[in-house]
């Protein structure tokens, strides 16, 4: 059986814990900033875990991680 291929965008998008989960980063930081609140900005620097619902799809996307 030939070896199974890791989707590229997902491997730049995902990183996988210690425990398994699979960590992403935050969306809608990139412009029109100036409406957003700085609590919000701040929230969305930090990592955050993709849900229940897209673990198995990630995981089929990243075999080797």
Known sequence: MPK????RAAAKRFTVTGSGEYKRNKAFKRHILEKKSPKRKRNMRKAALIT???HDRVKRMLPYA
């Open 4 to 7: 199974m291929k890791t989707r």
């Open 52 to 54: 229940a619902a897209d």
